[in-house]
């Protein structure tokens, strides 16, 4: 089956540190990939998507590629702020009129100033 | 828009009490899904919606049942709740066709004792 495998957090950063958090598929195909991002006490927001292999999906400073080679969509960013603690969350979706998400397991993430 | 909105926001619940959790779209999305997140587990689907009139189950829909009522609206309910259902509910919707982003409502965090 599908599966979604993410780095294990927590990450602790300093501002205007360099950041990525890895994230590996499982799949068949060619699946659409996601980057959600969890602020605290909110419901998960779409950070990214790409939805075919060597596209690049970028939002607010962070991008991440889908590389069918390595089965990796990682998240970078250049800069990171406090603003941008949170749980991210790597997620998948497989075939086209299956809308159904598998997800990672999420990764906490805290900027200190 | 609102977006997705879900009712209660908190509730605890004794063990065998029973209780619905209500969720309503205003973006004319035809899909629907509740999932269930919890430490470490990231997000787990336990029933969707494709469409107004058709339910299924998802990764874990042991002791829950829902009703997409209309194509607003879409409730789950714990028939006989349990300590291992002591979780955060997130109701969810997204366009049939498209990019299969979702859009998630703030969550329900339900303690049962």
């Known amino acids: 089956g599908n599966s979604v495998t993410q780095m294990e957090g927590p990450v602790t950063l300093s501002e205007e540190a360099f950041l990525t958090i890895n994230c590996t598929y499982t799949?068949?195909?060619?699946?659409?990939l996601f980057w959600y991002v969890q602020y605290p006490g909110e419901g998960l927001q779409l950070l990214l998507k790409a939805t075919k292999a060597d596209d690049k999906g970028s939002n607010k400073g962070f991008e991440a590629t889908y590389r069918k080679e390595t089965t990796s969509f990682h998240l970078e960013k250049g800069s990171v702020q406090v603003s941008d603690s949170a749980v991210y969350f790597c997620?998948?979706?497989?075939?086209?009129?299956?809308?159904?998400?598998?997800f990672g397991t999420g990764t906490r993430l805290t900027i200190i100033p | 828009n609102a977006g997705v909105t879900q009712t209660p926001k908190f509730q605890v619940l004794k063990t065998g009490q029973s209780m619905t959790l209500q969720c309503a779209q205003d973006?004319?999305?035809?899909?629907m899904y509740w999932y269930r997140q919890d430490p470490g587990m990231g997000l787990r689907l336990i029933y969707y919606?494709?469409?107004?009139?058709?339910?299924d189950k998802g990764e874990v829909p042991n002791g829950y049942n829902v009703s997409r009522l209309n194509k607003r609206e879409f409730s789950l309910r714990l028939e006989s709740a349990a300590p291992s259902q002591t979780s955060v509910y997130f109701c969810?919707?997204?366009?049939?066709?498209?990019?299969?982003?979702?859009?998630f409502g703030p969550g329900t965090r339900l303690t049962v004792t």
């Open positions: 973006m004319n999305h035809n899909s």
């Open positions: 919606s494709a469409s107004e009139g058709t339910t």
């Open positions: 997620a998948l979706s497989k075939d086209f009129g299956n809308e159904k998400l598998t």
């Open positions: 969810a919707s997204t366009r049939t066709l498209g990019p299969y982003e979702q859009y």
């Open positions: 799949a068949t195909g060619y699946p659409s």
